[in-house]
């Protein structure tokens, strides 16, 4: 619950250049505001900066929020058993198949396919020089990093029978396929104009990093690389 009057020696965060200091309030300094001191070690440690009452006050009820959230995720990440199969969330019907893994702060779910309804730009695209460039959640799925996204966004912890309203294939998207990101192979042709590309990046990386005021150096440079190509 949030706390009803500012009193000395409250803590809170608040954003402070760049960073999220702590600040405890160190005394009053006119009807409703106090001025507060950063208490973390570090560049800012020790400035002080009036706080309106009702600022300080929202910030402690928001930090108090986020850690019952934070601590009813905990609980129920451990109430999951290993090897359980789950489905995220993401957006719309677009969902992450996920197993139930140990990790060293207890229990997380790790990436093992996309099902639903993915763009092509979150699996995969290749560029015009043919480099590839995979999405978010596919790379987590390679790289087999688990995540512990909020309770919330479970389809099994959110609709523990099952949603009414499913409307894709089967009753839910434990049901459907999970999908492919793999991009066919260039043509010659495609690999042709691909390599063209290669070379305008080589170029443009030539022209990005030149320093010198003299143009002559870079425009040679340039011209051995469009002529040898």
């Known amino acids: 619950m949030k706390p009803k009057t500012v009193k000395k020696g409250m803590r809170f965060r608040s954003v402070y250049a760049d960073s999220n200091p702590t600040w405890e309030v160190a005394y ?10 950063v208490i973390d070690e570090g560049d800012n440690w020790g400035q002080i900066k009036p706080f309106d009452a009702d600022d300080i ?19 129920y990440y451990e109430s999951l058993k290993v090897g359980q199969v789950l ?29 639903g309804f993915w763009p092509q730009h979150e699996l995969a695209n290749r560029s015009l020089d043919g480099s590839i ?3 978010h959640y596919v790379q987590k799925i390679e790289k087999q990093e688990p995540f512990t996204p909020h309770e919330s966004n479970i389809y099994e912890k959110k609709f523990p029978n099952g949603d009414p309203r499913w409307s894709l294939q089967g009753s839910g998207p434990q049901d459907l396929q999970p999908l492919s990101w793999e991009l066919p192979e260039l043509t010659p042709a495609e690999q042709v104009r691909a390599e063209q ?6 170029i443009r990386q030539l022209i990005v990093g030149y320093k010198d005021a003299d143009p002559v150096a870079l425009l040679k440079a340039i011209q051995v690389r469009v002529q040898t190509y």
């Open 57 to 75: 006050l929202a910030a402690i009820g928001h930090r108090r929020i986020t850690n019952e959230l934070i601590h009813h995720t905990d609980a």
């Open 197 to 202: 590309w290669q070379r305008i990046n080589e």
């Open 28 to 37: 009053r300094a006119g009807p409703s505001v106090w001025a507060c001191r």
């Open 133 to 135: 460039y995979k999405g």
């Open 87 to 115: 489905h995220y969330e993401n957006f719309g019907d677009c969902w992450v198949r996920c197993e139930v893994v140990k990790v060293d702060n207890g229990q997380a779910l790790q990436p093992i396919a996309l099902v």
